[in-house]
């Protein structure tokens, strides 16, 4: 395998759960050396959460963990002893990069702040990824991504016209934004030190990134007053827009009309005699009788192969998807011929499913490089090659409970 582009920068991670461990997993699939800090006495939450291979529990069988930490290194480092520090100082001055999710004020609880670093690495990339940034009268405040899609306003705007909130689920912000927009400034930083040899402090408060992806919301209200609703897969401008049964028990096909053409394709596949009818002959009398329009959709789609009237209606330029559950999407033929699952040799789960990188780099490849670690299995690799121990010195601080 060809180096990934990041090959040479080197990450010592100490995310953990959602949004940070993706971030950091993007890295590490790009070809950078991440190691993630860890402890047997408070682990990653994601260690602890299901699903587990096999239905059995452990610190290193959770799929959750093993699917948002491929390519990293783990080292086992009980940062509650003293001597934690000085071992976790020595890695990050090898590093380019240091990066946290926690807490604003937890890292400089440690003697790990930011101008505690700068103290031995001026030129360190420092990336805090708290709930709210590391500013402002609510800094200090706690949650995940049920919250962030609660204070985003994202929250608001998904579910059904009077019904409640229903949101996207409750970690949308930790797996698509927050990751992201991390990753893209953890680049910007990294290509300035290159160029300038300065490092820099890189906040990103969570929920901006999920408030960035409302832009025309927001703007509506700023510009016309309007608040916008909640109503469901409907769309302000076209009609149909939903998702309609097909055949089989919980089975459905997500459809939009955009055009003229594409209304008149749809027609004449499922039941041409809704061209005559003058209600739903342009885009606008379609929305004002969506209810109906939806109801005859439905019968239409209720008795038809969900994958074959996919294709139908995909061959006539309509634009239509099958609503997939997991089987199906592990399955999906485009995304096997796109490459997006691999299979790695797990040291305890064996043979296990991996998602790829969401991009494919021709020249330099981003792809998982190893499994999700052990708790602490590179504990020794890390210590003989970053900080040039030998066996006798590793093997004290493991008795003295250092590296653990």
Known sequence: MRPGPLQGVKVTDFTWIGAGSFTTKLLADLGADVVKL???TRPDTLRLMPPFKDKITGLNRSGYFADRNTSKRSVALNMKHPKARALAQQMIAQSHVVINNFTPGVMAKFGLGYEDICSFKPDIIFVAMSLLGASGPERDYLGYGHMI???????????????EPTGTGTNYPDHIPNPTHAVFALLAALRHLRRTGEGQYVDVAQLEPAVALLGPTLLEWTVNGV???RHGNAHESCAPHGVYPTLGDDRWIALAVTDAAQWQALAALLDPSWLANPQWADSEGRRRDAAALDAAISVATADREGQAL?????????????????ADVIRDPQLVH?????????????????????????????????????????????????????DAAIDQLIAEQVLV
Request: with cysteine; net charge positive.
């Open 38 to 40: 860890e402890t047997a």
């Open 149 to 163: 899609n609660a204070m985003s306003g994202l929250l608001r705007l998904s579910g059904h016209a009077g019904r």
């Open 310 to 326: 996919m294709r139908e209606l995909q061959a006539r330029h309509v634009p239509a998807g099958v609503v997939q559950d997991s």
């Open 338 to 390: 796109r490459q997006q699952w691999v299979r790695l040799q797990h040291p305890e789960m064996g043979d296990s499913l991996y998602s790829a990188p969401p991009m494919h780099l021709s020249a330099t490849p981003a792809w998982p490089r190893r499994p999700a670690p052990l708790l602490g299995q590179h504990t020794r690799e890390v210590c003989h090659e970053w900080l040039a121990m030998d």
């Open 227 to 229: 608040d916008r609703k």
